[in-house]
């Protein structure tokens, strides 16, 4: 008979129960695996908590596909065309065609140019409807000059569109087109300040001519501020979602299918994606909009200052250290700012009860405020807290202003610390506050001051530190008479206001 104690040895029960183990092990693990990727509710409250909301659940996976169903007929290809001239070259030169070919009666020799149509491409997002006329938001940029512009649907059907207005300063501008169709949609505008870090987004646009093209990606960032080509004013969301030549001006929209962003630019060493783009956040636009319809050019508040980030020793001194906010170092006279109260050192912290968070934050700020209204600028003045009204006004191009204003104290001045006392070799005993800037065509440049001056007295008064410059050229008076400290000689200025 066949020997069966192997059977009941030790050994043979510890491996049964081993192999059980496995095997129980292994079943298990399939039934959870297959609960988790069903479509059946099983886990629902589960798989609402881990996946975006609004997504449908495709093959087990959130799906964008309901969020670019909504999206992507209000997203159109914005077609332009430059005619732009270019002088043609004249064989005609020299021997021996002008022997040949002389110059005929009435030919003046003026260089001869030839017309070309120059094609570009971009995006845009249709934001309103007027009757039977339809706005579409784009870049500036994507605009420029054309001469002509046209938009392609979703659905492939083109209409002529006519420029509304256009703005570089935050690169956007407005076309329309007319149709008597009702039914093309209008995009949902959403609320760009409610987007977080870490958020899914998705990029519509037309990249390369690739109509209605579709990326996702998440928030990178928010606020992005004193970025972008040119002079650009705009408070960008950053974004890895792909974006690339021809989506300019097209939406970022978040996952309700709501425009949050205009794509607008994206840093990139060889001009292709790299996961940093960046869009215009569509609270930054929604004004623009109305402005463009009704004025045909955005209006921008003019409050009349120049200001920038404090230096770290002055802000010691004037009481505003590791305060966020913007300081104003001086003030365009007879400007609203000027007519309201606003003064030079003045360290504003607020505007309307909104915080400031630097200068950059404020440029921006007072350009979206209303103008003709009234703005509440909570200030830091003289180390104590204020508050000033003032009456918003329309800002005037740089070249008016330049031309029109005043601007008041015209000098920058900063604490002698041991680095400036090392360039300027000056003794360890020279106390108070140097001349960092003096801003051309300004009174005080009028009147003498130099950089490198050190401030001894204004009209009588000693000048040791911040508070007690920005007091003296704040007192009402005209004429201010600056003693200052210029190579070791002291020198008397005279400055009228």
């Not at 005609?92 to 065609?97: R, V």
């Not at 979206?368 to 600028?377: N, Q, S």
Request: glycine content about 12%; charged content about 20%; overall charge negative.
């Amino acid at each position: 008979m066949p020997d069966h104690s192997i059977l009941h040895s030790k050994n043979f029960f510890v491996f049964n129960l081993v192999l059980a183990g496995v095997i129980g092990g292994f079943v298990l693990a399939l039934l959870m695996f297959s609960c988790s990727t069903g479509a059946p509710v099983a886990s629902a409250q589960g798989a609402e908590e881990a996946s975006p909301s609004n997504l449908p659940i495709v093959d087990g996976f959130p799906s964008f596909r309901a969020v670019a169903a909504k999206v992507l007929p209000v997203v159109v290809e914005v077609n332009v065309v430059d005619i732009v001239k270019q002088p043609t070259p004249d064989s005609g030169q020299g021997w021996p065609w002008n022997f040949l070919f002389p110059q005929a009666p009435g030919d003046n020799g003026a260089p001869k140019s030839q017309e070309f149509r120059q094609e570009g491409l971009g995006s845009g997002v249709i934001v309103r409807r007027i009757g039977d006329k339809l706005y579409v938001l784009t870049n500036n940029h994507v605009v420029g000059d054309a001469s002509e512009i046209s938009i392609e649907m979703y659905d492939k059907r083109e209409f002529r569109a006519k420029l509304v207005g256009k703005d570089p300063r935050r690169d956007l501008a407005l076309v329309s087109f007319t149709t008597t169709d009702k039914n093309i949609p209008i995009a949902t505008l959403g609320d760009s300040d409610k987007l977080q870090v870490g958020d899914w987004v998705l990029a519509v646009g037309n990249p390369f001519g690739f109509l209605s093209t579709v990326t996702a990606g998440i928030v990178s960032a928010k606020g992005r501020e004193g970025v972008g080509p040119g002079d650009t004013v705009a408070d960008f969301i950053q974004t890895d979602a792909a974006i690339n030549k021809g989506n300019s001006g097209g939406a970022l929209v978040d996952m309700n299918g709501d425009v949050v962003g205009i794509n607008s630019w994206i840093a990139s060493p060889a001009g292709g994606n790299i996961g940093l783009g960046f869009a215009i956040a569509i609270n930054d636009a929604r004004r623009a909009i109305d402005d463009f319809i009704e004025h045909g050019t955005v209006q921008y508040g003019w409050l009349g200052v120049s200001v920038q980030d404090e230096y770290p020793s002055l802000a010691a001194q004037m009481g505003v250290a590791d305060m966020k906010g913007s300081m104003v170092y001086h003030v365009f006279i007879d400007s609203p700012a000027d007519k309201s109260g606003l003064k030079p050192g003045d360290f504003v912290t607020s505007i309307n009860g909104r915080p400031i968070s630097d200068t950059n934050d404020l440029i921006r700020i007072v350009g979206d405020l209303p103008v003709g209204k009234d703005a509440d600028f909570a200030v830091v003045r003289y180390g104590k807290a204020e508050h000033v009204v003032v009456r918003i006004g329309l800002r005037e191009s740089q070249a008016q202003i330049d031309k029109n204003r005043g601007l008041w104290p015209g000098i920058t001045v900063v604490p002698i610390d041991d680095q400036i006392r090392s360039q300027l070799n000056l003794g360890s005993g020279v106390r108070g506050l140097v001349i960092a800037d003096v801003v051309d065509k300004t009174p005080a440049s009028i009147g003498g001051i130099q950089q490198g001056d050190i401030v001894q007295s204004i009209n009588g008064t000693p000048i040791k530190n911040g508070i007690d410059f920005y007091r003296a050229i704040n007192a009402p008076v005209k004429t201010f008479n600056f003693q200052v400290n210029r190579q070791g000689t002291t020198v008397s200025i005279g400055i009228e206001r």
